[in-house]
Structures are given as structure tokens and as C-alpha cells.
């Protein structure tokens, strides 16, 4: 049975943590309203898994400055916008700079100075969470900074095709419909432009997934729109998953996989694409800080505290490989669901907060323990 | 290919997965928006959104709150935040795709809960503030806390009583210890003490022998014990080696110990009379022993059943007893407010309040 199932390893962990938090919440979890929270709650680990799973698609790295990032971003965007008034375009502008200039520094650091990844990151984690507090002490009494713009507001927070609560927002459905489309097209002429034939298991798959984007655009039609930040993440997940796929330079990046002294006698530049995988978890976290500030209505020093634990728990649940190699951004987003599905559920629960942390790394223990378990004979 | 070939040979063909994940799916879409559970719409739910429950204060004070509000045939839902605001927001959230009808929240921080707000103002449901004030948002409905202007005021009184400053044959002199200038409350206290003791200080029979007179000079950051006692002993010795410090407000309890132990350290003379606020246990231990005079208190149990009152007048459709509608604004509208009285307990009825009211036994006491 065992190496019948391997394939689908994530997946199968991924149903039976759903379906025992259906059982547990008595179906309540599947609510219209608490399926858009698993989007709206979790948007950040969504967004950061993927640079993540990118990072760590090169041997021995991972970035565990980004829960403190998050916070410096959220620190600086106040900054930028409620103490220097600057106008929205260009504070965003400012702030992937920064996310740019951390990324080089901690890539050039780790790649040319080999420094062990986590050592420099943990630099990073202590150092930017100080710097947010310290920024958001120094421009405010009251432990946060507000009067965040309201443009900057609607760009990372709140609902697109917004309708009111109890009406049914068609524009959410057709909008997901419209996604779901392009995405299947999209799927669809590369499948011819490789040559190979449609069969009747590419068919399943393609009525599953536009039946999953109808489920969740009639979710979102029925509780007041499409959340902004879930369009962010798809934004995120799919250029990222096209760029590691379709592009040479994403494949190249992946090729490095687990040894990188081979790719280097290969005569790949492997150092530069170390940095650049920095680069790119960093301007993930920097999309996160924004989302993070706007959903806050403003700066805290509360921002991303424990950020970066859940997005590691959501790559070791989503089977992305602590050694390299390749990744698979789908099976990464899934390990992001599994954590969300996990949060909503023992919030929904009303589990004492202390109790939620030793259930959620108990089920994270069980989960990839037995996800390593289904695989076992293929490293073998 | 040769991956294609090994999953053909060692694993379930993909179509018999992609069906059995479409089977999945469907289960669940088809429960999901069949509407499994339609809620009772005599019965009301409360949600209580609190920051904590390693803090003792609202770990104790929301369960009260749950009971009473049970008492009175609600459905009550708790939720602890463990002091993470993104999940504060999460599960207020969350509260509300419960069906909660009305909203309590105690905000870990006050000007941050803006998505949650967004989504009450929203589904239209009513959000109490209770003690600390949410700002930012429009969405707060009703704000219950002690008057905190009133605590200054009744320690500025109790000082004019007991020295009767009225018909004073000499002049006192008197210090000031003030609390967090990142609280918005501070300045309340600060405030109310001062403007009763006003017409004294100008009159010249209060003497504030260091200068320190603004609230400025004399805040204390983080209402911090030790930072209390480094600026009260820097004063006692620059200024009060060889006169008598007679009064010494302080805002609250930690200030108040702080500015004891600087006297015990390094004053001679005999205690002055000191105020203080919150009834913490070591601070009426102290004022059973003299080294405080008063502290004010705030019975927690007024609060509880301010808000619980509240929540009644919500349902009945009554318009809300609100004793404020000018105070506190939260950078958005003029919140309606609730306040409760406080009152001050010295030596003479420490014990007989503190314990009648629960707050504590007997025995804590002794």
C-alpha cells in the first residue's frame, strides 16, 4: 500500500489534517467565511513559503531574518509615509530597495564570505527587529505609528469587488472564473507546445481545479469580495512558479540542486545565484511587510513575530527539501495550506494558546515524520 | 519520462488520484456551501477578544465577565492572544464568522486591529473597548474604563483633606512622581492631581522644592519601579538634606514603590504621605505598614458589570448609558464612554474594601 502512496505523500497529509479539523470543528471550518480567513489569515506564510522554498532549493541555506524583516519593513513603511509624508508609489518603491539591499547583503555575506545561512540570518533576525522597535519608539509614544495612507491601504488590504455582507458578489466569481481560465489556458498551450497529448487524467485535473476556484470564488462572493492579499499571493505563487519552470534562468537556479561544487566545475556562477535567491526571499518578505502594515492599519513592533517558524514548518510540511534540489512551489503552497488549515482550525477550536503551540508541533512532528515515512523507499 | 515510467510501475496511476482528489473535493464543496449549521437566533452570542491570559489582570477579569454574561443567558466565546497582535486580528476574525453578536476587546496594542475593525464595521457588529481604548478606526462603538481623570482628582483630594490645605498654618512641600508618557492615561492622572492641588501651589502653601513641575519633568517611562526610585533619590539628595518632604504624589503603585524605597534608602526624616493607584498587593502591604498612605482602586467587578450592562442595553434595542461623549477621542470620532468611579482606600478602610469586593482574602492580606 505504502509505495502506492508515496507519489501523493503531501497531499494525503494534507486531507486527513482537513478532514480531521472537519471532524473536530464539525464541519464548521468549510464555512464560506472561514475558507476566505485560511486566504486572509495566512497570506504571509503563502508569500513566504514560496521565497523560501527557493532559498533552500540551494544546499544548507535558509533565511530566518524575515518574521524580523517583516517588522522593519512594517517599521519603515510608517516612516516613510506618516513621518516624511512621502506619497505611496514611491514609499513602495523605497521599501523593495531596502528588501533589495538586505537581500544583497545577507546573499553577499553567505555566498562569498561562506558564512554559514543561518548564522548571517540570525544577525539579520536580531538586528531588524531591534531596528523596528527602536524606529517605531523613536517616532512614536504609543508603540506604533499610524496615518498610513489610504491609497496604500487599498493596495495591500481589504476586498476587491467588494460586495455588502448577506449579498451575493457576483463579480467575486467571475473574477475567480476568469483566473481559473487563464490558468488552464495558459496550462493547456503549454502541454501542446511540448508536444504531448491531452489524456483523460489532465481533463480531471482541469475540472478539479476550476471546481476548487469555484468553490473559493463563491466563498469570496459570499463574504464581501476577494481579499486583496489573496491576490497578491496568487501573483507571487504563479510568476514564481512560471519563472522556476518556464525560464532558463529559474531552471538554472535549480540545477544547482544539492551540490553546488558540481554546478561550479559545470561552470555555473554559483555564488550569484545564491545572492539572488536572497535577493528574491527578501523582496518576499518586503511584499509581506506591506501586506502586514495594511492589515494592521499601522506600524507595530508586533509585526512578524514568529513569521519565520511558520513558513519553515510550512516548507518541512510541504516536503521541501532541507538539502537542495529540486522544488515544487505547488507542493510548498500546499505545506502553506496545511498551516493555515492548522491555525484557523485550533483558533476555531478556542484551544488554550499555549496548548495551540503544542498541538501545532506535535501535528507538524506527525506530519512530516509520516510524509517522510510514505517516501521512504525511494531514498533507499 | 523515466519518472513516468517508475509511477506507472510503483505508485496509484494519476488518474485514479486526480479522481479520488476531485471526489474529495466535491465532499467537501458540497458541505461547505450546503449551510451545515444555521445558528439560533434567540440566543446571543459575546465574543471577548483579550490580549492575554498570562496576565493576570484579564486572565481573571474575562472569566468573570463570561460568567456574568452567562448568568444572563448569553453564549460567551474567549479567545487569548498570547500577546500577537496578528492573531489578535485573526481571531477576532474568526469571532465574528462565529456569529458573535457584539464584540469585547481588549486590544494588545491600541492602534492595530485595523483589517478586524474593517470586517466588525462590516458585518455591523457593535465593538466595546473595555479599559484600553481602541484607536484608529471608526468601528469602535462604546468605550468602558475608569475615569482616569477622576483618579487624579481623588488623590489630589485626599491630600487637601488630610492636610486640610484650607486652613494651613504652614507651608508643605511636595513632590510629584508621574507615569508612562507613551500612556495615554498618564496624563489624565497626572492632570487631575495637579489641577486640585492648583490653587495651593500658586498660593505658595505647596512648594514643589526641585521644580519639578510639569508632567514632563516628572514621568517615569514604562511606569518603572527602579526608574521611579533613581529620580526620587537623585531629588531627596539635591534637594531634602535638611528639610522635610511632606507630600509626595505618585500616579500609581509602581511609582509609589519605587519612591518608598528611595526614602528608605536615603531619608531621614518621617515618612510624607504617599498616593498611589491600583491596590497591587505589596502596595497595601505597605500601607498597612505606613510606608504608603493611599492607593486608589478600581474595583474591577464595576468594569465587568459596566460592560455587561452594556451589552443588555445593546439587545434591548435601549439607548446605551454612556456618562462621556467628549473625552476620548481615538483619532477617529469621540468614543462614548463608560466610567466607572474609582475610589481610595488608605489604612483605616484598606481591608474592609478590599476583601468585601473579592479582590482579595483575608489571609493575602495579612
Redesign the interface.
Given at each position: 500500500m505504502k509505495?502506492?502512496?508515496?507519489?501523493?505523500s503531501t497531499?494525503i497529509v494534507f486531507?486527513l489534517i482537513?478532514l480531521s479539523f472537519?471532524l473536530l470543528t464539525?464541519?464548521?471550518i468549510?464555512?464560506?467565511?472561514?475558507?476566505t480567513?485560511i486566504f486572509?489569515?495566512n497570506s504571509?506564510i503563502f508569500i513566504l513559503v514560496v521565497g523560501m522554498a527557493i532559498c533552500m532549493s540551494v544546499k544548507d541555506n535558509i533565511d530566518i531574518s524575515i518574521g524580523s524583516f517583516v517588522c522593519f519593513i512594517c517599521a519603515m513603511g510608517g516612516v516613510f509615509m506618516s513621518i516624511m509624508k512621502i506619497n505611496t508609489l514611491l514609499s513602495i518603491i523605497l521599501l523593495l530597495i531596502l528588501g533589495i539591499m538586505w537581500g544583497c547583503l545577507a546573499g553577499y555575506i553567505i555566498a562569498y564570505f561562506n558564512i554559514p545561512a543561518w548564522v548571517t540570518t540570525l544577525g539579520g533576525y536580531l538586528a531588524f527587529r531591534g531596528l523596528g522597535v527602536a524606529l517605531i519608539r523613536q517616532f512614536s509614544?504609543?508603540?506604533?505609528i499610524?496615518g498610513i495612507n489610504d491609497s496604500f491601504?487599498k493596495l495591500f488590504?481589504?476586498k476587491i469587488f467588494p460586495s455588502k455582507?448577506g449579498s451575493f458578489g457576483y463579480a467575486s466569481l467571475i473574477f475567480c472564473l476568469v483566473l481559473a481560465s487563464l490558468g488552464i489556458i495558459y496550462k493547456i498551450l503549454s502541454i501542446r507546445k511540448e508536444g504531448s497529448r491531452i489524456?483523460?487524467?489532465m481533463v480531471?485535473?482541469i475540472?478539479?481545479a476550476y471546481?476548487?476556484s469555484?468553490?473559493i470564488g463563491?466563498?469570496f462572493a459570499l463574504t464581501?469580495g476577494v481579499p486583496v492579499s489573496f491576490i497578491w499571493m496568487l501573483i507571487i505563487v504563479c510568476t514564481t512558479a512560471v519563472w522556476i519552470d518556464k525560464t532558463s534562468e529559474g531552471r538554472r537556479l535549480l540545477m544547482l540542486g544539492a551540490n553546488l561544487e558540481n554546478a561550479r566545475i559545470a561552470g555555473v556562477d554559483t555564488k550569484r545565484a545564491v545572492l539572488m535567491t536572497y535577493v528574491f526571499m527578501s523582496l518576499c518578505a518586503t511584499v509581506t511587510g506591506c501586506i502586514?502594515l495594511?492589515?494592521?492599519?499601522?506600524s507595530?513592533?508586533?509585526?512578524g513575530?514568529?513569521f519565520e517558524m511558520d513558513t519553515i514548518a510550512a516548507c518541512a510540511v510541504g516536503g521541501v527539501s532541507l538539502h537542495g534540489g529540486k522544488q515544487k512551489i505547488f507542493k510548498a503552497v500546499l505545506g502553506a495550506a496545511m498551516i493555515g488549515v492548522i491555525?484557523?482550525g485550533l483558533?476555531?477550536l478556542?484551544v488554550?494558546?499555549?496548548w495551540q503551540w503544542i498541538i501545532k508541533g506535535i501535528t507538524i512532528l506527525i506530519a512530516v515524520t509520516f510524509d517522510r515515512y510514505l517516501k521512504k523507499d525511494r531514498f533507499e | 519520462m523515466i519518472m513516468n515510467r517508475c509511477c506507472k510501475l510503483n505508485s496509484i496511476k494519476p488518474k485514479i488520484w486526480k479522481t479520488f482528489c476531485l471526489a474529495v473535493l466535491i465532499m467537501f464543496m458540497f458541505i461547505s456551501l450546503s449551510g451545515c449549521k444555521t445558528k439560533d437566533p434567540s440566543v446571543k452570542t459575546i465574543g471577548i477578544s483579550a490580549p492575554s491570559n498570562d496576565i493576570q489582570r484579564w486572565a481573571v477579569e474575562t472569566v468573570l465577565m463570561r460568567d456574568k454574561l452567562r448568568e444572563k443567558g448569553y453564549e460567551v466565546i474567549i479567545q487569548y492572544a498570547s500577546s500577537d497582535i496578528s492573531m489578535q486580528i485573526s481571531q477576532i476574525e474568526n469571532l465574528i464568522a462565529k456569529d458573535a453578536d457584539v464584540l469585547i476587546v481588549i486590544p494588545i496594542e491600541s492602534a492595530s486591529l485595523g483589517e478586524a475593525m474593517d470586517m466588525a464595521a462590516e458585518h455591523e457588529i457593535p465593538v466595546i473597548s473595555y479599559d484600553m481604548l481602541i484607536t484608529n478606526t471608526d468601528a469602535v462603538s462604546y468605550y468602558t474604563t475608569f475615569d482616569n481623570y477622576r483618579v487624579g482628582t481623588i488623590q489630589g483630594q485626599y491630600v487637601k483633606d488630610k492636610l486640610d490645605l484650607d486652613h494651613a498654618d504652614r507651608s508643605y512641600n511636595i513632590e510629584f512622581t508621574a507615569g508612562d508618557p507613551g500612556d495615554n492615561n498618564a496624563g489624565f492622572f497626572y492632570n487631575g492631581a495637579v489641577d486640585v492641588l492648583k490653587p495651593y501651589l500658586d498660593s505658595g502653601v505647596l512648594k514643589i522644592v526641585s521644580g519639578q513641575d510639569s508632567f514632563g519633568k516628572c514621568a517615569t517611562p514604562s511606569w518603572n519601579t527602579e526608574k521611579a526610585q533613581q529620580r526620587a533619590e537623585n531629588i531627596l539628595a539635591s534637594y531634602y538634606n535638611d528639610t522635610a518632604v511632606d507630600v509626595w504624589v505618585a500616579s500609581n503603585d509602581t511609582t509609589a514603590l519605587g519612591v518608598s524605597s528611595a526614602l528608605a534608602v536615603s531619608y531621614k526624616g518621617s515618612y510624607p504621605l504617599i498616593t498611589g493607584q491600583d491596590c497591587t498587593l505589596i502596595n497595601v502591604k505597605n500601607i498597612l505598614n505606613g510606608k504608603q498612605t493611599m492607593s486608589v482602586f478600581k474595583d474591577p467587578s464595576l468594569l465587568i458589570d459596566a460592560t455587561v450592562n452594556m451589552v443588555d442595553e445593546i439587545f434591548s434595542g435601549k439607548p446605551v448609558t454612556v456618562n462621556d461623549t467628549k473625552t476620548y477621542y481615538n483619532g477617529v470620532k469621540i468614543v462614548p464612554s463608560y466610567l466607572c468611579e474609582p475610589v481610595y482606600v488608605d489604612k483605616d478602610n484598606c481591608i474592609e474594601l478590599l476583601t468585601s469586593s473579592g479582590f482579595y482574602t483575608i489571609d493575602q492580606l495579612q
Open positions: 509505495k502506492y502512496l508515496r507519489l501523493y497531499e486531507i482537513s472537519i464539525s464541519a464548521e468549510l464555512r464560506p467565511m472561514n475558507i480567513a486572509l489569515q504571509y509614544n504609543t508603540g506604533s499610524v491601504l488590504s481589504g455582507i489524456t483523460s487524467s480531471i485535473g475540472a478539479a471546481l476548487l469555484i468553490w463563491i466563498c464581501g502586514v495594511a492589515r494592521f492599519h499601522a507595530s513592533s508586533y509585526a513575530v514568529n491555525n484557523l483558533s476555531l478556542g488554550d494558546m499555549n | -
